[in-house]
Nanobody, 119 residues
C-alpha cells in the first residue's frame, strides 16, 4: 500500500510564505511524477505544479514566479515553496504522485492540507 502524507499548511498573512511537504511511503519502485493540486471552495481541483524524477517542472500560470516545486528522490518527498501568497491561493492543497509499485503503475492522492491566506 502506498501512502502520501502532506504537511506544512496553515494560516498566513498576505505576502507571506509557506512550505508544503509530501512524503511517499510503501512498496514503491519509482515515482516518475509528483505534484501539487489545490481546490478552493466552490471551484474545481486544479494542478498547481508538477515535477518529474529528473527535475523537469511545470507550473500553472497564476503561481509562476511565486511558487517553487522540488523533490528529494532519496526521501521520496516533494516540496512546494509558496511565496508572495494572496487570498486567491487559499485552498486545500493535495499531493499527487504517479507511482510504480508492486501492483504496477497507479496514481495516488494525499488527504490534503489547508492553506489559508488572510489578514
Amino acid at each position: 500500500q502506498v501512502q502520501l502524507v502532506e504537511s506544512g499548511g496553515g494560516l498566513v498573512q498576505p505576502g507571506g510564505s509557506l512550505r508544503l511537504s509530501c512524503a511517499a511511503s510503501g512498496a514503491i519502485f519509482r515515482i516518475p511524477v509528483m505534484g501539487w493540486y489545490r481546490q478552493a471552495p466552490g471551484k474545481q481541483r486544479e494542478l498547481v505544479a508538477a515535477i518529474t524524477s529528473d527535475g523537469a517542472t511545470n507550473y500553472t500560470d497564476s503561481v509562476k514566479g511565486r511558487f517553487t516545486i522540488s523533490r528529494d528522490n532519496a526521501k521520496r518527498t516533494v516540496y512546494l515553496q509558496m511565496n508572495s501568497l494572496n487570498s486567491e491561493d487559499t485552498a486545500v492543497y493535495y499531493c499527487n504522485a504517479d507511482v510504480t509499485g508492486w501492483t504496477g503503475p497507479r496514481n495516488y492522492w494525499g488527504r490534503g492540507t489547508q492553506v489559508t491566506v488572510s489578514s
